[in-house]
């Protein structure tokens, strides 16, 4: 073997993960640089595009992936470098000539001969998730009545939306202000009904052995299903932000700095006599609580009395009185410890509204300093509604398997955002905890509608359970969806004093 194979056959046995990577803001700027979506290059690698954007943010992959990341990466780099050395006028070999639109989605494609759209009707240059679309509202005659569509362009468009929804809804597609970009009303195939199909059919129809198989794989495929809805989505998710040591844990086993107002709050006294209570059962908490605010982006400090709705995060605040724990629990959960805290987005805009005109319950809590993003409530809904929809089918069906399933998605998804083993592409502990105490939160306004219409609130635990006295269907409505609510048991107290004697705390 002459040197020089020598050295062939050493490179060749080096560790992938020796590979030395460039930095996480350059190895975005180099796909970009490219035009190339996180999508295209996350099927090249088979892996997530939510992965792809944790190697963004810093993260570094391992094994083999590593070695093919570093390989995109540098032959993206002299792909760049030769384009760059090219004249001005001179288009590059491997581009078009004409520059399409830039629209910043992954699913927008050029059309070798036009199609109708399916807004308008009129020849369309381009297709958006598979739907031929005009991608500039000026060029689309949707004012104009469209002509019939062909075979072709029928096969491609969705069913029609339900009754009762007009105009570009009624015909399949809905235009979102991102940009130039439209996008389809619903582009998420039905990635839960296929994995369950397929694991009855895996299990020769075996109920048990499917759904153990399902509830394994619940976390990927919850991923998976938040990986589709993000399609088209307006914002770029931060998947491993740097975090604050508040949002740390301060020891292996210990927690982090984090308060969310987790109830756990019996009503002191009952009036004399023997009373029913009902304890009710709010179906889909942490389902519900993914409609919440949520950070975008990195959290950046801030400090001050002040709070900013366009923004959401962890705030520390000197919490007020609460004069009302003989009818109502705290806002803030059963806290003994007196002092500030860390509390979240949905625990400090609780406060806030108690504390408005319109409720005057307590006075408003004082904020010393924030970590906070620019924030939406809808950064989720698309997951949350393909999730309820789901839901919905399978208690309609009578499908147990879907059921558990979707139960087991929704909840490992939330209970695996912060530091797990099980959930490595999206790592947001501040995610966690402000869905956390969205659904406490909602569980207090569920004791405050109780209260408000005349019954008696007799105990709020956790996320979901609300006891109550009196007549309770005539506030809440009875059922498994998730507006709805079941009876978990029924039980008497106060006989002969006048102290609540409720059951065990059943789990949550």
């Known amino acids: 073997m002459s040197d020089f194979q020598a050295i062939d056959a050493l490179l060749a046995s080096t560790a992938p993960g ?35 954007g944790g190697w963004e943010a810093g993260r570094d992959p391992g094994g083999e992936v590593r070695e093919k990341y570093a390989y995109f990466l540098e032959g993206a780099r002299t792909k760049l470098a030769a384009a760059a050395e090219q004249p001005a006028d001179q288009p590059a070999v491997d581009d078009p000539v004409e520059a399409e639109p830039s629209v910043g989605a992954d699913d927008v494609d050029v059309l070798a001969v036009p199609e109708p759209c399916v807004l308008c009707g009129q020849p369309a240059r381009h297709q958006v998730a598979g739907y031929p ?92 299903l938040l990986d589709h809805s ?147 409530e809808g950064l989720l809904e698309k997951f949350r509604i393909a999730l309820k929809e789901a839901r919905d089918r399978a208690i309609t069906d009578g499908d147990d398997v879907t059921l558990e399933y979707v139960k087991q998605m929704y909840s490992k998804f939330v209970s695996t955002l912060g530091e797990s083993n099980y959930n490595r592409e999206l790592y947001r502990t501040d995610w966690m905890h402000l869905i956390r105490s969205q659904a406490f939160a909602n569980l207090w306004w569920k004791a405050h509608r109780a209260y408000d219409e005349g019954l008696m609130v007799v105990r709020a635990m956790g996320t979901d359970e609300l006891h109550v006295i009196g007549d309770w269907r005539q506030v809440f409505d009875e059922g498994r969806g998730v507006t709805e609510v079941k009876v978990k048991d029924v039980y008497t107290v106060g006989v002969g004093h006048n102290q609540p004697a409720p059951p065990a705390e059943r789990p949550s």
Do not use: F
């Open 133 to 224: 679309q005009h991608l500039d509202p000026a060029e689309c005659g949707t004012a104009e009545p469209a002509p019939p569509a062909t075979p072709a362009s029928r096969e491609k468009m969705r069913q029609p939306a339900p009754a009762g929804r007009p105009g570009r809804a009624a015909r399949g597609v809905k235009v979102v202000p991102v940009g130039r970009r439209v996008q389809a009303a619903s582009d998420t195939p039905d990635l839960i009904g296929s994995a369950v199909a397929a694991a009855l059919a895996e299990y020769a129809g075996d109920v048990d052995a499917a759904t153990a198989a399902l509830v394994k794989r619940a976390i990927p495929d919850a991923m998976a």
């Open 230 to 376: 993000r399609k088209g989505g307006r914002y770029d998710v931060v998947a491993h932000p740097w975090l604050p040591d508040i949002l740390r844990k301060q020891s292996s086993r210990g927690a982090d700095q984090i308060w969310e107002a987790r109830p756990k709050w019996t009503r002191p006294q009952l009036p004399p006599g023997e009373h029913e209570v009902t304890a009710l059962d709010m179906n889909g908490a942490y389902l519900s609580a993914l409609k919440t605010h949520l950070p975008i982006g990195q959290l950046e400090h801030s400090s001050g009395n002040h709070h900013d709705r366009r923004r959401a995060g962890v705030h520390l605040i000197t919490p007020p009185a609460w004069d009302h724990d003989a009818v109502l629990p705290n806002p803030i959960g059963s806290r003994d410890e007196p002092g500030p805290l860390w509390v979240t987005e949905p625990t400090l805009r609780l406060l806030l509204r108690l504390a408005g005109p319109k409720y005057g319950l307590c006075d408003p809590p004082q904020i010393h300093e924030s970590w906070t993003s620019g924030a939406t």
């Open 18 to 52: 020796r590979i030395p990577l460039p930095p996480a803001t350059e190895r975005r700027a180099r796909r970009e640089g490219l035009n190339l979506s996180r999508a295209q290059l996350a099927q090249a690698l088979g892996v997530s595009p939510s992965t792809v």
